[in-house]
């Protein structure tokens, strides 16, 4: 296992446009977050799981944003309409525990034009 | 006023000298406090992790908490121009699973 993974590392997509990014985390780890990061700032949390159930959303995160993580593994997360405001570097991290630091992934940096 | 504050930094020390980054928080409620580095265009790499007050070392890593002041530091001794990146300190409280994160600390070793 070489730690948590997500795909594509960048996207860029135009305005209006729908995108999916993939995050496979590392395989025993049953905590998976989703969080977003502009520059200059740190992250900002979007969502938690902790298998397969989606136990917290940001109030921050409009409609436009869902996550799913199907059978407890992998985890997609999707923006409908995209906007320019979107552009950022979304991470994917995962944990065994409420106890334990996450490792993240290197993150999907995403460009709307 | 943000809940966890950081200089933004640059700081820039030689090679071989003592680094002190820090943060300073508001709510009384956080327990558990993380230092995490990264790199340009990568995720952020956990390098510390500690639970309430206290002092936790790792190699040329010390971590200090000081709840009672809302302030933590993290040490780096004999730095080295591989250290040379950005620092985020992270902390949470215990009933909550978000993770609340200061700016990050850009740190810059010269050889």
């Known amino acids: 296992d070489t730690g948590v993974s997500q795909n594509p590392r960048h996207k860029i997509t135009k305005r209006g446009q729908n995108v999916t990014f993939r995050c496979d985390p590392i395989s025993e780890h049953n905590r998976l977050y989703w969080y977003r990061q502009t520059l200059g700032q740190g992250p900002e949390f979007l969502t938690y799981f902790q298998n397969e159930a989606q136990l917290e959303k940001s109030r921050l995160l409009s409609d436009r944003f869902s996550a799913e993580r199907p059978k407890g593994s992998f985890s997609t997360l999707e923006i409908q309409r995209t906007e320019q405001g979107d552009s950022a570097m979304y991470l994917c991290?995962?944990?065994?525990?409420?106890?334990?630091?996450?490792?993240f992934g290197s993150g999907t940096r995403l460009t709307v034009v | 006023q943000k809940e966890v504050e950081q200089d933004p930094g640059p700081l820039s020390v030689p090679e071989g000298a003592i680094v002190s980054l820090n943060c300073t928080y508001s709510n009384s409620a956080f327990q558990y406090f993380m230092w995490y580095r990264q790199y340009s265009r990568k995720g952020p790499e956990l390098l510390m992790y500690?639970?309430s007050s206290g002092n936790k070392e790792d190699g040329r890593f010390t971590a200090q908490v000081d709840k009672s002041s809302k302030y933590i530091s993290l040490f780096i001794r004999d730095s080295q121009p591989s250290d040379s990146a950005t620092y985020l300190c992270?902390?949470?409280?215990?009933?909550?699973?978000?993770?609340?994160w200061g700016a990050g600390t850009k740190l810059i070793i010269k050889p």
């Open positions: 500690t639970y």
């Open positions: 992270a902390m949470r409280g215990d009933s909550n699973y978000q993770l609340i």
């Open positions: 991290a995962s944990a065994t525990g409420p106890n334990y630091g996450y490792t």
